[in-house]
């Protein structure tokens, strides 16, 4: 069918440029509960995206471009599906924009062959490696959890020349902890998406569950504190990539879309802060390339390569993130979608970072900073007052500031670590930032 | 006749449901349903530099469904065609041992059904509706020259369901639709801060009226937030706007009572059933088939015609909303609310429309009983915490109440964070109206479905930061 289409667009004369992508997705799913096994599903997807180009006039008569889009399940009607996405972009008059040509791919490792060769197998071995790394805990008992694996296929072929193809999996975990200590009870809910099950370390990522779930028993509220604020780990790369429906304020902010739309006020060559840096200096690649990364791939949804691309150096922004038609638009080169976070290494041993007194945040309820102004009021659900040589857990109260602020006035760790969407240091000391006291 | 727009695939794969039906059963299990799911529609981009019409994301699949009460297992297939989904009926549950269980015979459920609208966005052309969304924009863009962008975005979701198992065949066309006014502006010294709003519900266009006075707030809020200060963290005396108190609603006793986390033993709710939870001015429900709203339809995606649940009563926990399996596996009654993403995900407990019941007080009454306190509005965000029984939403802004009357200073963000039980016990007054709003709602941080929340204005005293 993707001939088909390729086809059918090939004959169009109304015109100026085109995309489709063949999307096939196959997957396993597997739900627990307490009680056992309560769902497992086998998924299977397939569609034909189609985006079209076409040349337009503004009301001035200004040559313009306008773009539309459609999609296909296996057997559905072609012609209809274009004429419709021809309609549509011979609606809107935007300034004039392209798509990619042909370019080198770089070979990024994206694949669990595990996976690929038997997803529900393989899901069903997570769950129970995790069933038994959890087991060994008596004082802990896994509650739920869910695992998902996934392998994509992508297809891509353009007007300009692109045909290129991808194979891609992705493994999805939930999992939940209770801890019991008498009358106390605590909870732990742990979320990890990697592309191999190796890099979920599920052992490591366990005990490391297993010890908060037992710490929180201990727990109480928080009294208002400003100061050292540590992250480390999973909590300092939610920090730095943000989520999927939060989104983040960096990605945000060093995007040519939202420097386009007036929203980010980063300039190239000038300061990406807007006060004095009194901590370590920010370097950030926005890397598509970096292996069995969440979000790398060997290409974007438009086609453009994957690329490693020093966005912010030394605190002045060097390139926004831009995908062909926003670089067309600024008339900068197009990177792409932005990808996984890097930084380079901090200077500071992780010990040195742990001078006290500090707090340690080890999650929070939901870390979701605006990603247009950056600021943050957002509650902690478990974290560890250190000082005096204890380590006293705490949870709830609210962390507050703004991000930018915040990065600001960091030191990075010197060892690094990988964290799905995130590649940098392991840890970070925020310098100065406020805790609202929670409820006892 | 009830007009569904079924997808033509879909439509021709109904008819032969009642077969593919049997084919379970006759491979032993002891309940067998298929859902048809297609979810396509629209988003339409309007601003000052750029217009953007795009598809959003479209899923059709076919849900094979079979259930022992212990395990449910699943084939979700991609797309309505009727020999790959009859290949898979017969293929899926091979090797398969059910646990033997007798379901309670259910009662007969047949029908077709279509969202009321009067503006039906399919009827609409596309040129119509971004003349529509032209229109919006033009009318919010020049009303200050530290506007730098409007944005108006219009989002148009149709859904078409057929479920069928041994008793149901239900066929459903759910039109939701919401648009968005965002107003960004910036200070001379280039700080950028923005505000919005929007309509939603389940409907056509006529749910899509802007007057001016509405879009002038909009620009008024951003502007003012170029002003915005930090609010002193601490406890404060507060009247939430029905959109906050909605979320309030959502995130305490919504996810906190979906009844899946009680079977996974997440949600501290499922020791309360008729206790006291919050002080007796408090009801909340969730009413799939409310009117009008962005998460009303007719029938959840496990066949369970749409009905409101009391959550809480004057104060008193009642029940929970369920889906099929934590309601076999606690039995107890089924309410409407087994939901999924979309084909390719798991059913849920998932709310729908859930609020705060209206009350007996006015606006006027409740702001004047406050001496010193916030008016909070525009919720930006939440998060539930079902087992710690802790809330945290996220508020764009909130202007001080001072001396009974709300002043111009206003605070931004706002994060409101509590115990949910104190929260609900510190609520003394209950404004006498109801309003909703649409959005999306996540299971921890995926599974989103669109639901509404909202309610009266609240008074309430929690922590702030």
């Known amino acids: ?440 | 006749m009830t007009d569904l727009k079924l997808p033509i695939a879909m439509a021709e794969l109904r008819p032969a449901l009642g077969e593919i039906i049997g084919l379970g059963l006759r491979q032993r299990a002891p309940y067998f349903s298929v859902l048809l799911s297609s979810r396509h529609g629209l988003s339409i981009v309007v601003d000052n530099r750029e217009e953007r019409v795009t598809e959003r994301p479209p899923t059709a699949g076919t849900v094979l469904s079979a259930f022992d009460a212990a395990t449910n297992f699943e084939r979700a297939i991609g797309g309505f065609n009727p020999q790959e989904v009859q290949s898979a009926a017969r293929d899926f549950l091979q090797g398969i041992s059910f646990q033997k269980f007798i379901f309670e015979a259910e009662p007969e459920r047949r029908g077709d059904f279509v969202t009321a609208m009067q503006l039906d966005p399919l009827e609409l052309s596309t040129q119509e509706k971004l003349d529509r969304c032209r229109e919006v924009q033009r009318r919010a863009k020049s009303r200050d020259p530290r506007i730098v962008n409007v944005r108006v975005i219009y989002n148009e979701l149709n859904e078409h369901a057929v479920f069928a198992d041994p008793s149901a065949d239900l066929a459903q066309r759910v039109q939701r639709v919401n648009m968005f006014i965002l107003v960004i502006v910036s200070s001379p010294t280039g700080d950028v801060r923005y505000d919005f709003d929007v309509k939603s519900g389940s409907g056509g266009w006529e749910v899509l009226n802007w007057s001016d006075e509405e879009i002038q707030d909009v620009v008024d809020g951003a502007l003012a937030l170029l002003n915005a200060e930090r609010i002193e963290p601490g406890e404060y005396r507060m009247i939430t706007t029905p959109n906050v108190s909605g979320v309030l609603a959502h995130e305490s006793f919504g996810h906190g009572v979906e009844t899946d986390m009680f079977l996974k033993e997440r949600a501290r709710a499922a020791h309360f059933i008729d206790k006291v939870v919050g002080s007796a001015l408090v009801s909340i429900a969730d009413d799939p088939s409310q009117p009008g709203s962005y998460g009303s339809y007719f029938f959840d995606d496990e066949g369970q015609i749409a009905a409101p649940t009391q959550i809480v009563e004057n104060g008193v926990f009642r029940r929970g909303i369920t889906d099929r399996y934590s309601a076999t596996a606690l039995e107890i009654p089924r309410s409407a609310n087994g939901r999924r993403q979309d084909y390719s995900r798991k059913t849920y407990a998932r709310m729908s429309n859930t609020f705060f019941s209206p009350g007996n007080s006015t606006l006027e009454e409740m702001i004047a009983q406050v001496d010193h306190g916030i008016f909070l509005d525009k919720c930006s965000s939440g998060m539930e915490d079902p087992q710690g029984w802790g809330i945290q939403v996220t508020c764009h802004y909130g202007h001080e109440i001072k001396g009974g009357k709300i002043t111009e200073r206003v605070f931004a963000p706002i994060g409101i964070t509590g115990y949910v039980p104190e929260v609900l016990q510190s609520i003394t007054a209950v404004s006498n109206e109801l309003q909703m709003e649409g959005g999306t709602c996540g299971k921890g941080h995926k599974e989103q479905v669109p639901v509404a929340s909202g309610g009266p204005h609240l008074l309430l005293t929690a922590r702030l930061g």
């Not at chain 1, 840096?277 to 994957?306: H, I, K, Y």
């Not at chain 1, 996984?340 to 900073?369: C, D, H, R």
Request: proline share 6%.
């Open chain 1, 1 to 440: 069918m993707l001939n088909q289409i390729v086809e059918a667009l090939k004959k169009r004369n109304d015109l100026a440029g085109w995309t489709v992508r063949h999307v096939r997705t196959r997957g396993a799913q597997v739900y627990a509960v307490p009680q056992g096994i309560e769902s497992q599903r086998v998924v299977d997807g397939e569609r034909y995206l189609i985006d079209v180009l076409r040349n337009t006039s503004t009301a001035e008569g200004t040559p313009a471009m306008g773009s539309g889009d459609a999609s296909l399940l296996p057997g559905d009607d072609i012609e209809h599906a274009i004429d419709q996405a021809t309609l549509v972009a011979g609606l809107v008059a935007n300034p004039m924009h392209g798509l990619p040509g042909p370019a080198a791919l770089p070979d990024v490792p994206l694949s669990d062959p595990a996976l690929q060769k038997d997803a529900s197998r393989v899901m069903r071995d997570v769950m129970e490696h995790m069933r038994a790394a959890v087991a060994k805990h008596p004082q802990v008992r896994l509650g739920a959890a869910e695992c998902f694996g996934e392998i994509r296929n992508t297809h891509l072929i353009n007007s300009r020349g692109i045909d290129a193809k991808q194979e891609s999996t992705q493994i999805d975990i939930e999992l939940v902890l209770h801890g019991r200590k008498g009358a106390q009870e605590s909870e732990t809910f742990d979320e990890l998406r990697r592309r191999r099950v190796v890099d979920l370390d599920l052992e490591a990522a366990i005990e490391d569950r297993v010890k908060s779930t037992l710490d929180s028993l201990d727990a109480t509220a928080p009294a208002s504190w400003q100061g050292p604020v540590v992250l480390r780990d999973e909590a300092l790369a939610i920090f730095m990539t943000g989520d999927d429906i939060g989104g983040s304020v960096i990605r945000t902010l060093a995007s040519a879309e939202s420097k386009y739309a007036g929203i980010s006020p980063w300039e190239m060559g000038k300061p990406v802060f807007r006060g004095e840096v009194r901590g370590d200096p920010l370097t950030v690649w926005a890397n598509r390339c970096l292996p069995f990364g969440s979000t790398s791939d060997r290409f974007d949804t438009e086609g453009l390569p994957a690329q490693r691309i020093e966005v912010i150096r030394e605190n002045a922004l060097i390139a926004f993130a831009a995908s062909q038609r926003y670089a067309d638009y600024l008339q900068i080169p197009a990177t792409g979608a932005f990808g996984n976070m890097e930084l380079p290494p901090g200077k500071t041993p992780t010990s040195e970072l742990l001078a006290e007194p500090y707090v340690e945040i080890v999650q929070f309820s939901w870390f979701n900073p605006d990603p247009i102004t950056g600021d943050f009021a957002t509650e902690i659900r478990f974290g560890y007052l250190v000082q005096n040589g204890v380590r006293k857990p705490f949870k709830g109260g609210q962390l507050i500031g703004n991000y930018m602020d915040a990065l600001a006035n960091v030191r990075w760790s010197a060892e690094t670590g990988f964290f799905g969407s995130y590649l940098g240091p392991q840890a970070a000391r925020f310098n100065e930032l406020k805790i609202a006291a929670g409820e006892e």
